[in-house]
């Protein structure tokens, strides 16, 4: 019956999405910005979910965790696609300087100064705070670059700046997953040794289930096998990691990742493929993410502004440094950190999997915190690059 | 054909692995997903060995299903496999969509007649044989040994009810593969639709019977109101559901073949919550559209032959292992007994009262009725729930006729199709 009510939630969710009222900047700009990038899901999600209305209990939040794994399964796999080892050589070593100059600053930013007020106001041991808060830098660290793309597209930005932008914002993904292995070694097992192990398992299931689906799609030649192996070994990697209690994102991105180096011919075949299902799948996801959010969560409260706060001067600060690396590599729109500030759903996806496999209270205020934050820089991101913009289009004027 | 196999034992190797590590690693999590995707291309890729051996795709879902399943190998979890039950629930709505899309008034008018004269007869002649055997069987039989010949009686005539069902998944199944098209394809598919209908009122009627000869009264009203609202509320219902899908073709038309399963999905799950067919409900959805669309319903049809081939090599995959292979050593020989007894009612019936005009229907039809899935699946599992003295010993009987169906019925009715020489190949690799 679950499974029903979420799908009957994501049908009416989804026409009231795609309302031309609702999505009319002039009348709901926040609501229409949400909209756009499908975190108005994970509000919806917060609201039906057991903490708020309760249309869905905890029960089945648990009944519906395959559908959580595939979605964060979806996510890993697209984004390892992503890494495409070819085009990552290309790149000229200044843009990686960049990327993780934005994405280091912020995680800097905002780790070591939570990790003291996570101390205070949660008296958690020293190690576990430093974890949590480590983690929180990680979800800070990640920038969406949808703003620079729709920028671009719409033709208010340069295309090479707006490409710039999301290239940059593509190669940040990095850190997080770094810190969410990092994370998951210290936390999701009895030992670090025994972490070590499962991390590894999750990325060598990745491996072999990339390996594995590239020789699948070798040679096949109609549109609709290729869907159904594509749908199906993205859903046999999550499955398993799933089943095996490891992490489903690592175990994607694995898997999209081998299948970008050895897949040859067929990798943009099975990326187009997985692309026809990509938005249905995020926003599932993001409304199951927000299912499990506590509203009520008091101390994820007293560290949202906290959390905000630095990010942003973390971002703005990381932004100025990263232009700077990469000045003659890449063209970038002159205030870069405003840019930045759009934080995606990957930083959801990263902690809602903390969540699922380190289950807790330190993993459900980084959950909040991380969420909460998602929706409030959404909203913030889409001032800041209204700034951008602005100085883009004074640049030409005073240049003249 | 080789690289299919090659690819199938990697698949079966893989899988191999993760039950080794889920040996190390005791404290596992959900299996459905996994249950879901290694079928899905154990399903895809043993089809395509199947098909390279002549046999119908859907035997090779249903046997890689069986071996790596939970009752041979033992590499996907029974947990996994009976979490798929929302995916049976989506196929069977989505087989029966097409299916309604091909039942359209000129082909009601031409054979619905002959259709249900035939049916009456092959649904009664194998009741009379299957309930004279099962009643034979009193003293062999554990759940009808200790009972009085009044209550063996009912229970005898509640399993034959069972025991006659069809399959009109496997049969449109098995046609969407070969591409079969032609009356004698036609009248197998009434047949087995409107042979579903028979068995639905007769399995009402039956199950009040049984319910009265065990002290619980005879309820006609009741039993009437759920048979109605079992057969008008489904096609009330999909009715419904065909409007709203002309509706959203008219008007918002993106992305149909996603829109369709989200729709068979709701279908499905709905349908089985208000105790309606979710057969019937999907089959008047797509009767109703191709009478009064048949522009439209023939986008129905290319959007599911898109969205098919994975839903049906995930459903027949997960049908197959669930098979539970041990059933079949305790009852198999009353089982296989019954399973005989019932293959020469079907023949008989149709040597004897098919219509004579084309010779075909008295030689191959009855090899297209032998199939049973998941309609029979639904009785055994309500006979289970209803009578839970005996019914589960029921079950377990039926299961095991069912388990030897599924293996030999596709294959008949494959054989039936091509004998028939109505079919055109199979050409086109992206359906069932």
Known sequence: ??????????????????????????????????????????????????????????????????VL????????????????????????????????????????????????????????????????????????????????????????????????????????????LGVLALALVLGAAASPTEGLGLVSLALLLGMLCGGLLAFLTYALKDPAELVAVALGGVALVAGAAAYLRVSVLLAGVACGATLALVGGRAVGQVARALGRFERPTYLVLVFLAGCHLQARDKEAWLLLPGYVALRFLGKILGGRLAHRLVANALDLPPRLGL?????????????????????????????????????????????????????????????? | MTGAIVRLGLLVVLLAGITRVQVWRVDTGTSVMLAAGAL??????????????????????????????????????????????????????????????????????RVGIKVAVLCAAVCGVTFVVCFGAVFALKPVLPFLAAMTVPQALAVSALVSTVVVSFSPTVTIAIVQ??????????????????????????????????????????????????????????????????????????????????????????????GARLHLSPLMVALSAGALIANLDERE?????????????????????????????????????????????????????????????????RRYLWMGLISQAGVTFGLAALVARTFPDFGPQVEVLIVAMITTHELVGPVLTRKALERSGETRGDERPHVA
């Open chain 2, 297 to 361: 319903s023939q986008r129905v049809h290319h959007a599911i032959q898109l969205a098919g081939l994975p839903v049906f090599a995930l459903f027949f995959a997960a049908a197959g292992a669930g098979l539970k292979l041990d059933t079949l050593v305790t009852v198999g020989p009353a089982a296989l007994l019954l399973v005989v007894v019932r293959a020469v009612a079907i023949h008989l019936s149709c040597r004897r009262f098919a219509p004579p005009e084309d010779p075909r229907l």
């Open chain 1, 69 to 176: 794994a595939l979605g964060l399964g979806t996510a890993g796999v697209i984004l390892g696609l992503n890494l495409e080892p070819r085009l990552l050589r290309l790149l000229p070593r200044p843009v990686f300087s960049a990327a993780l100059a934005h994405a280091g600053v912020a995680f800097l930013f905002v780790a070591v100064p939570l990790s003291g007020a996570l101390v205070l106001t949660t008296r958690l041991p020293l190690p576990a705070a430093v974890g949590g808060a480590a983690l929180l830098g990680a979800a800070a660290s990640l920038s969406s670059g949808h703003f620079a793309v729709l920028g671009y597209r719409s033709g208010r930005m340069e295309r090479s700046r707006g490409l710039g932008v999301a290239l940059l914002t593509m190669l940040d993904d990095g850190v997080g």
């Open chain 2, 40 to 109: 899905l291309l154990c399903g895809l890729f043993a089809g395509k060995v199947a098909k390279g051996v002549g046999l119908p795709r859907l035997t090779g879902y249903l046997l890689v299903g069986v071996v790596v399943g939970p009752y041979a190998l033992g590499f996907i979890p029974g947990a996994g496999v009976k979490g798929l039950e929302l995916v049976k629930g989506l196929a069977v709505s989505l087989i029966a969509l097409v299916a309604g899309t091909e039942l359209h008034l000129g082909l009601i008018r």
């Open chain 2, 177 to 270: 593969e070969t591409q079969a098209r032609g009356p004698f394809t036609e009248f197998l598919m009434a047949l087995v639709i409107i042979g579903d209908l028979f068995v639905m009122v007769a399995f009402a009627l039956a199950a009040g019977i049984t319910k009265a000869s065990f002290g619980g009264g005879f309820d006609v009203q009741g039993l009437l109101g759920g048979v109605g609202w079992e057969l008008f509320g489904s096609v009330a219902v999909g009715g419904l559901l065909a409007l709203a899908l002309l509706v959203y073709m008219k008007r918002v038309n993106r992305e149909l073949p996603l829109f369709l399963v989200g729709l068979c999905f709701a279908a499905a799950e709905g």
């Open chain 1, 1 to 66: 019956m679950q499974a029903l009510l979420v799908f009957l939630a994501i049908a009416a969710l989804s026409l009231l999405a795609s309302s031309r009222t609702l999505l009319d900047p002039s009348r709901f700009p926040g609501v229409a910005q949400l909209a756009a990038s499908g975190l108005l899901f994970l509000v919806f999600g917060a609201l039906l979910g057991p903490g708020q209305i309760g249309v869905l209990s905890v029960a089945d939040l648990d009944g519906l965790r395959p």
């Open chain 1, 339 to 400: 840019a930045l500030i759009a934080q995606g759903g990957l930083a959801v996806c990263l902690v809602v999997e903390y969540l699922l496999l380190v289950p807790g209270e330190l993993s459900q205020h980084i959950f909040d915190v991380v969420a909460l934050g998602a929706v409030i820089n959404e909203v913030l991101a889409r001032r800041a690059f209204r700034q951008v913009l602005e100085s883009h289009r004074a640049a030409p004027r005073s240049a003249a």
